[in-house]
C-alpha cells in the first residue's frame, strides 16, 4: 500500500492527514511535502491526523521527528491527532509522547493550536 497525504492550512496551521502506509518507501515523499509547505506557507504551527495511516516504522518517525524540531525552532507547536492503537504503541515506544501533544480528534487539536 502507498500513502496519501492530504494537507490545508487553517490560519497559521498546517493540517496533515496521511492514510495508509508512512514507511522507507513513503517517508521521503511526507518530508517532500511537508518542507515545501513549512518554507512556502506563513504556518506556525502543525497538526498531524493519523487517523487513517495503517503503518509506519522508524522512517516515518524520523520524517515526524524532523518536522517537530523544524516547527519548534520557528515557537510553533506539533499536534497529532486520532492515533490508532498500532501507531499509538509505536510512538509510546520512541519516545515521541515526551515532546508531542497527543488529542483525540481534529477538533481538539484545532482548540490546542487556538483555531477552532
Do not use: P, W
Not at 494537507?7 to 514507511?23: A, F, P, Q, S, Y
Not at 525552532?73 to 509505536?90: D, K, P, T
Amino acid at each position: 500500500m502507498s500513502l496519501r497525504i492530504d494537507m490545508e492550512t487553517v490560519n497559521d496551521v498546517l493540517i496533515v492527514r496521511l492514510e495508509g502506509e508512512l514507511d522507507h518507501h513513503t517517508a521521503d515523499m511526507l518530508r517532500t511535502k511537508m518542507d515545501r509547505q513549512l518554507n512556502e506557507e506563513s504556518v506556525q504551527h502543525v497538526l498531524l491526523s493519523l487517523a487513517n495511516l495503517h503503518f509506519m516504522d522508524s522512517s516515518g518517525l524520523g520524517v515526524i521527528l524532523g518536522r517537530y524540531k523544524q516547527v519548534a525552532a520557528r515557537g510553533g507547536e506539533m499536534v497529532v491527532c486520532s492515533i490508532n492503537s498500532v501507531i499509538y504503541r509505536l510512538f509510546e515506544l520512541s519516545g515521541l509522547f515526551k515532546i508531542l501533544k497527543i488529542k483525540e480528534s481534529e477538533q481538539e487539536a484545532l482548540l490546542v493550536l487556538g483555531v477552532a
